[in-house]
């Protein structure tokens, strides 16, 4: 059962600093963790089916930061 929207809120702005530290102490885990995935994703798939030659875990990795500066920008202006 979900919390009431309220409750959800308070809880979330008391875990705020919380939540933005540990996306900073951990961002270097989270972004090698999607960078060996894609690496797998490079290895499944032969060039012949790609349209361009692009290694996806060197993009897998500036997309992850991108992704993390978004979530901390958007719990830092929550």
Same mark, same amino acid.
Do not use: C, S
């Given at each position: 059962?979900? $919390?009431? %929207?309220? #409750? /959800?809120?308070? &809880?979330? +702005?008391?875990?705020?600093?919380?939540?933005?530290?540990?996306?900073?102490?951990?961002?270097?885990? $989270?972004? %090698?963790? #999607? /960078?060996?995935? &894609?690496? +797998?994703?490079?290895?499944?798939?032969?060039?012949?089916?790609?349209?361009?030659?692009?290694?996806?875990?060197?993009?897998?990795?500036?997309?992850?930061?991108?992704?993390?500066?978004?979530?901390?920008?958007?719990?830092?202006?929550?």
């Amino acid at each position: 059962m979900a $919390l009431p %929207r309220v #409750v /959800r809120n308070t &809880l979330f +702005r008391l875990a705020q600093e919380d939540v933005l530290d540990f996306l900073a102490e951990n961002e270097d885990t $989270l972004i %090698r963790y #999607v /960078r060996e995935e &894609l690496d +797998r994703v490079d290895d499944r798939m032969p060039e012949e089916q790609m349209f361009i030659d692009i290694k996806m875990g060197a993009l897998g990795e500036e997309l992850m930061r991108a992704v993390l500066a978004a979530l901390t920008r958007f719990i830092e202006e929550y």
